[in-house]
């Protein structure tokens, strides 16, 4: 059964504008109709009704030039609200992209940054990234990844891209969403051989989208400690209930409720804050 609280470590929250504008990109080229169609305040509103305790939001730069604007709106919105935390944005072809970094990662509700290589167009081991990994690693934050092949692909994503960083960067904390989908087996063979490695439920549990996790009940219980409980909220064309039934109905252990729904966001969101 769920923990009574949760926490969602998968959220998207943009300025109200941009949020119209990913709707529509969302509409027009994937033919996807987002169903939750929130702005950030309604968001965190819903979340909070649903049981969630602490939500941690992410958004990206989508091109140069806009990552400074994103940030301040950032912290504008981790200090309106308790129990909120974030990804923040970055992208490399700004001039003063490290000066950004270093300013948003140096606020203690800041979990790191957040690359969705899907959309800004880069590899994960691209060299202009070099300096943003070492200063996560040196602050003791997190890079999120979208970098599967899941729900959509293009050349910058896929596993074998993602190990030439990690082989690169063994130590890196990284949070990979959608468990690696759809490279399920290919991700989940890296995490015995990265500690700080974590995956993300988000797009992964839900049968009617032929978006299912794949490898079995027994690879989710081995690796329960590694899972984080994420919605993708509110850029679902499904409702959000549907991957929380799903994952229910697998009829796993308590212990993994907990750990996925609860513990393992606990241990990572206070390790972050109490050592920033």
């Known amino acids: 059964m769920l923990p009574e609280k949760i926490i969602d470590f998968h959220v998207h929250l943009f300025p109200d504008r941009l949020f119209d504008s990913i709707w529509r990109y969302f509409s027009e080229i994937y033919k996807w109709n987002v169903r939750h169609r ?58 003063n ?47 999120l990844f979208h970098v599967g092949t899941g729900p959509a692909g293009n050349q910058y994503v896929g596993v074998e891209n993602f190990k030439k960083l990690m082989t690169r960067y063994p130590e890196l904390p990284v949070n990979v969403a959608h468990m690696g989908g759809f490279e399920f087996r290919e991700f989940f063979d890296l995490l015995p051989e990265y500690e700080s490695l974590f995956f993300d439920t988000s797009f992964s549990f839900l049968p009617r ?33 549907d991957e929380i039934e799903c994952l229910l109905n697998l009829k796993l252990s308590n212990e993994f409720y907990h750990n996925v729904f609860y513990e393992n966001g606990r241990q990572l969101i206070d390790s972050i804050v109490f050592n920033s």
């Open 38 to 95: 929130l702005y950030y305040r309604d968001c965190i509103d819903y979340l909070r009704k649903m049981g969630v305790e602490r939500i941690v939001y992410s958004n990206y730069a989508h091109r140069s030039g806009i990552a400074e604007g994103l940030n301040r709106w950032n912290l504008k919105v981790l200090d309106e609200y308790d129990d909120l935390y974030c990804f923040a944005a970055f992208h490399p072809d700004d001039s």
């Open 97 to 143: 992209a490290l000066s950004i970094a270093e300013k948003v990662l140096a606020h203690p509700k800041v979990m790191g940054i957040k690359l969705q290589l899907l959309v800004q167009n880069f590899y994960p081991d691209d060299e202009r990234l070099f300096p943003l990994y070492e200063m996560i690693l040196d602050k003791k934050k997190r890079i």
């Open 209 to 241: 989208a032929n978006l299912m996790f794949n490898l079995g009940n027994q690879c989710l219980e081995q690796y329960k400690d590694k899972i984080l409980y994420g919605s993708d909220f509110p850029n679902l064309i499904f409702p959000r209930e």
